[in-house]
């Protein structure tokens, strides 16, 4: 069963659980909530053409025994810089002090590749020993040149290796986030 906690605009109201977290991230407009939806075959999380629609730290129980972590994504959003900086404080607060995280999904556009704020984002989670994972989004809607940049994971010690290549609308490469998360 799938609970929706909350919406949270601080780290400190987030509850205090012995749940372990996933939380995903991306850039806005990278489709965190629509592969998030994907993952756990229901509409929990807002979805939305517009970038930057996700704006507080969104928490789903699953099954009372782990919780998955909708953070706002970065990099395109139209917003004030004083919230886009705000933003950034909060997801820094919540990566080095969620003792809970047990793995970041940084979610990047297959069409796109990696851009300055994806790698400035894993060499932060790299200096601050947070786990994380590459997930990229959108395989289903391949342009005709590779954009996707290959990552090395040598050159990041948190990342783990296996970099997973999903479809939300098509229901592919969800199988190893799911068995990751440890839901069916």
């Not at 592969?35 to 517009?50: E, F, K, M, W, Y």
């Not at 099954?63 to 004030?80: Q, S």
């Not at 990552?151 to 999903?166: F, K, L, S, Y």
Request: net charge positive; proline share 5%; with cysteine.
């Amino acid at each position: 069963m799938i609970k929706f906690v909350g919406s949270f605009e601080r780290v400190s109201a987030l509850p205090n659980t012995h749940f372990p977290e996933y939380a995903f991230v991306g850039r806005s407009n990278v489709g965190k909530s629509s592969l998030i939806n994907a993952i756990v075959g229901a509409p929990v999380a807002r979805t939305s053409n517009t970038p930057g629609r996700t704006q507080s730290l969104n928490m789903f129980n699953i099954d009372d025994r782990v919780m998955i972590v909708d953070l706002p994504g970065y990099g395109y959003a139209r917003v004030a810089r004083s919230d886009a900086m705000r933003w950034l404080l909060r997801l820094e607060e919540y990566l080095r002090g969620r003792r809970q995280l047990k793995r970041l999904f940084i979610l990047i556009d297959s069409r796109i590749g990696p851009r300055d704020s994806d790698l400035d984002l894993m060499d932060f989670c790299d200096a601050n020993a947070i786990p994380y994972q590459i997930v990229y989004t959108k395989k289903d809607k391949r342009v005709r040149e590779e954009k996707q940049m290959r990552i090395n994971h040598t050159d990041h010690g948190a990342m783990v290796p296996e970099i997973i290549e999903t479809s939300a609308e098509k229901k592919t490469g969800l199988d190893p986030i799911r068995a990751t998360i440890g839901i069916k």
